[in-house]
């Protein structure tokens, strides 16, 4: 069974500073991972994914992730953050053998103050 | 890209009465589509997998009874708390993929609060 752990449930970081957000796995078989944000009161909004191929990865509102398959982790950066760049971020992995089933990190909670 | 739509976006309702979420897949037929709960300030723990026709797929510890899940066409899906607790007050959140696509796309979810 796969798992996901976010090392930090909250991260405050000052305006146009850059920020990463960590994300490690486990799991026994080859995986897709996913990044997602949530606002308040809504669903989940995709930021980026990982599939296959280049381990760098480019997302939505300037974000991008690197697939580290030795450190198993899936770490999400961004150089300049925004105000509006505060909510929830969710890691999830899904095993990459034909299911769908997903698995969701705890959450890191980005603020980011002015 | 694709929409999933969640109807209500929030709900109340009394003890002892029973809720029914609709969640529908705007422009893509779903074949799959998963049923999450999400407590406040935690992650979302998957409830249930429906495929199309088919009797939903529990997770363990989510009651089958109480939860129902109905997904009998390619496009809505419903989760139906049954007898609510203020217990089962939380937000309620839907996710839906089609065959061949490796993405699912999640609804806006649902805030039930059971008074």
């Known amino acids: 069974a796969q798992s996901v752990t976010q090392l930090d449930s909250q991260v405050p970081v000052f305006e146009e500073a850059p920020v990463e957000l960590r994300c490690n796995y486990s799991s026994s078989v080859s995986v897709y991972l996913f990044w997602y944000v949530q606002y308040p009161n809504q669903g989940l909004q995709l930021l980026l994914k990982y599939l296959s191929g280049s381990t760098l990865v480019k997302g939505i509102n300037g974000f991008e992730a690197e697939f580290n398959k030795s450190q198993t982790s899936f770490h999400l950066r961004k150089p300049s953050v925004h105000i509006s760049d505060t909510a929830e971020y969710f890691c999830a992995v899904r095993e990459n053998t034909g299911g769908f089933k997903t698995i969701f990190g705890a959450g890191t909670r980005l603020f980011v103050k002015a | 890209g694709a929409v999933v739509s969640q109807h209500p976006s929030w709900v109340i309702c009394k003890s002892g009465t029973s809720v029914k979420i609709e969640c529908r897949s705007l422009d893509f037929q779903a074949t799959t589509m998963f049923w999450y709960r999400q407590f406040p300030k935690q992650s979302l723990m998957l409830m249930a997998t429906s495929n199309e026709g088919s009797k939903a797929t529990y997770e363990q510890g989510v009651e089958k009874d109480k939860f129902l899940i109905n997904h009998a066409s390619l496009t809505l899906s419903t989760l139906t708390v049954t007898s609510a607790h203020p217990e089962d007050s939380s937000f309620y959140i839907c996710?839906?993929?089609?065959?061949?696509?490796?993405?699912?796309?999640f609804g806006q979810g649902t805030r039930l609060t059971v008074v």
């Open positions: 996710s839906a993929r089609e065959q061949g696509n490796t993405e699912a796309f």
